[in-house]
């Protein structure tokens, strides 16, 4: 077993455990492995069979995926944090975790305690015996104690999933590899076993579809949308017109580059999610759905509104520490800022 990392943030100590457990994988096996699970996964995957097959394919899938999974992971929790400050997850079930991205995601948002207490319990739930090989490899060297302790366990993710009672689960990247029952299914075992539901999907037309049907189901079930819906009511968006998502920037280093094919140092991951909390959360009075547009003496935001509306703002340099605020707001930001500039 490694020794675990020097203290530092979980998304370098990934970068650096990444680079160094893929580094025995050869390039050209490695791109090769990535094309065939870019053709899988823009596909459809029969429920019964497990894309990543073998170790090289987890390890290309991890090269290729996990930074931006990890990224688009943290946003969302990141922006669930911000909603409910004084919670923190006393457990964390991740299905369909995988490699876990999101597990890495969660202990850098809620950090272990620092008083010697216990980690919280830390499980992730796969299918792919290879995939949870190569987590707990992973997690073996990470700095936090919770994911060095995770639970690494097999389970078919489908309308029989049975998930204990915890704080927080994850459904990242997961859904749209499975049947519509079995999406409904999964999402409702997730609402039965937990104070706080986190939802992720890719940034696309059916991501965010999928996103919807979850959001539904979860409100249904009692729970409260803390982000990144400023409200539970129906979304504003008029369906087939447009779709809510978001971006998060993503850090290539020199293996990501080569197994990607790619010369930039980083690209953006568009996300789609929904984070729902059982008790009353605090969500955000608006929150930016567009990239801000940033014009001599003024700045254009595109918000969803806890009115159940979408509107855009126009913030002037006249408004001094609100338009100062507005140049530092990125997609995706609440608005106005938590602690609200003076007038």
């Known amino acids: 077993m490694h020794a675990p990392l020097s203290p530092q943030a979980p998304a370098e100590a990934l970068r650096a455990t990444l680079a160094e457990l893929v580094d025995g994988l050869p390039p050209r096996q490695a791109a090769q492995a990535t094309a065939r699970l870019i053709a899988n996964y823009r596909g459809a995957t029969p429920t019964d069979a497990p894309v990543l097959r073998d170790r090289s394919d987890v390890v290309a899938y991890a090269a290729y995926r996990m930074p931006a999974t990890f990224e688009a992971d943290r946003a969302a929790l990141g922006a669930l ?23 890495w995601a969660a202990a850098d948002i809620w950090p272990d305690p620092a ?83 986190a939802v992720v999907e890719p940034g696309t037309p059916d991501g965010y579809r999928r996103i919807i049907e979850a959001r539904d189901r979860l409100v249904a079930a009692g729970f409260h949308v803390a982000a990144p819906c400023p409200h539970s009511a129906a979304c504003p968006i008029e369906e087939g017109t447009d779709w809510c998502h978001f971006a998060a920037r993503v850090s290539r280093s020199s293996l990501h580059r080569q197994v990607k094919g790619a010369s ?51 913030v002037t340099k006249r408004q001094g520490p609100l338009y100062r605020a507005a140049r530092d707001t990125a997609w995706g930001d609440p608005w106005p800022p938590r602690e609200d500039p003076a007038p």
């Open 81 to 103: 944090a911000d909603a409910v400050p004084q919670w923190t997850p006393s457990g964390h079930t991740d299905i369909g975790g995988g490699t876990g991205a999101a597990v």
């Open 264 to 314: 930039l140092a980083w690209e953006d991951e568009k996300f789609s999610y929904v984070a729902a909390t059982r008790f009353r959360p605090g969500p955000a009075t608006a929150r930016v759905v567009r990239r801000p547009q940033t014009r001599k003496g003024q700045v254009l935001l595109d918000l969803c509104r806890d009115t159940e509306e979408l509107s855009r703002e126009t």
């Open 115 to 197: 008083d010697g207490a216990a980690p919280r319990p830390v499980t992730v739930l796969d299918w792919a015996e290879p995939a949870l090989a190569l987590g707990r490899d992973l997690a073996a060297r990470a700095p936090s104690a919770a994911l060095r302790d995770a639970r690494w366990r097999r389970a078919r993710i489908d309308a029989a999933l049975d998930v204990p009672p915890t704080g927080l689960v994850t459904v990242s990247y997961v859904l749209g590899e499975l049947t519509p029952a079995d999406r409904a299914a999964v999402v409702d075992a997730a609402a039965g076993a937990a104070e706080v539901v």
